[in-house]
């Protein structure tokens, strides 16, 4: 672990490959797990103001989910959420044969929104943890993620590499640029 301005960040990210393979795993972080996706207050009024042009892109599942439970929730442990259909299925997730994709990416791909995904869809493997005084941001080691790991290593691509433009949209530019230092650095 080293600190970065108010982050305490994990060497894992800079020590471990990883590149999303959807075809190997089909998309499983967006059905599987025991909760919705994280998501910060800002990003909760966001997701109302978006819903009406997200909303055609969506599976019948998931707007019904979304029309009875909220564009978000609070988790079991208190915290924000993306919706679930019936405690599995993100109710956002969209699907492209058997590949689960993200309908809110999939409305900004086509224009209708300017925003892409909850910040911690967008920076996954990497989780942030916020505290009082700093933000933890962890790699988030899950066996569905197999494949990617073995592509990135593979590919030799480390999870901040992968994760740049995520990583910069959560915590902007110098705090990147002071991250590959620290990268470079670990290399020596």
């Known amino acids: 672990?080293?600190?970065?301005?108010?982050?305490?960040?994990?060497?894992?990210?800079?020590?471990?490959?990883?590149?999303?393979?959807?075809?190997?795993?089909?998309?499983?972080?967006?059905?599987d797990g025991d909760a919705g996706a994280p998501l910060s207050e800002e990003e909760t009024k966001i997701l109302a103001e978006i819903y009406p042009k997200v909303k055609p892109f969506?599976?019948?599942?998931?707007?019904?989910?979304?029309?009875?439970?909220?564009?978000?929730?609070?988790?079991?442990?208190?915290?924000?959420?993306?919706?679930?259909?019936?405690?599995?299925?993100?109710?956002?997730?969209?699907?492209?044969?058997?590949?689960?994709?993200?309908?809110?990416?999939?409305?900004?791909n086509q224009g209708e929104v300017s925003w892409k995904k909850p910040v911690s869809c967008h920076l996954y493997p990497i989780r942030v943890k916020d505290f009082t005084e700093f933000a933890a941001v962890n790699y988030d080691r899950w066996d569905i993620c197999d494949d990617a790991c073995s592509l990135g290593k593979e590919l030799q691509v480390p999870i901040y590499i992968f994760v740049k433009e995520a990583l910069i949209r959560k915590f902007g530019e110098d705090w990147y640029s002071e991250l590959e230092k620290v990268a470079e650095e670990l290399k020596k």
């Not at 894992?12 to 089909?26: H, T, Y």
């Not at 439970?69 to 993306?82: A, C, H, N």
Request: with cysteine.
């Open 1 to 31: 672990m080293f600190q970065l301005g108010k982050t305490i960040v994990s060497e894992d990210i800079l020590e471990k490959d990883f590149v999303c393979n959807l075809s190997a795993c089909k998309g499983a972080c967006c059905v």
């Open 58 to 108: 969506l599976r019948k599942e998931g707007i019904e989910a979304i029309e009875k439970l909220g564009t978000s929730v609070i988790g079991t442990d208190g915290t924000l959420e993306t919706t679930l259909i019936n405690e599995k299925d993100c109710a956002y997730v969209i699907f492209d044969g058997k590949t689960a994709l993200c309908g809110i990416e999939q409305a900004y």
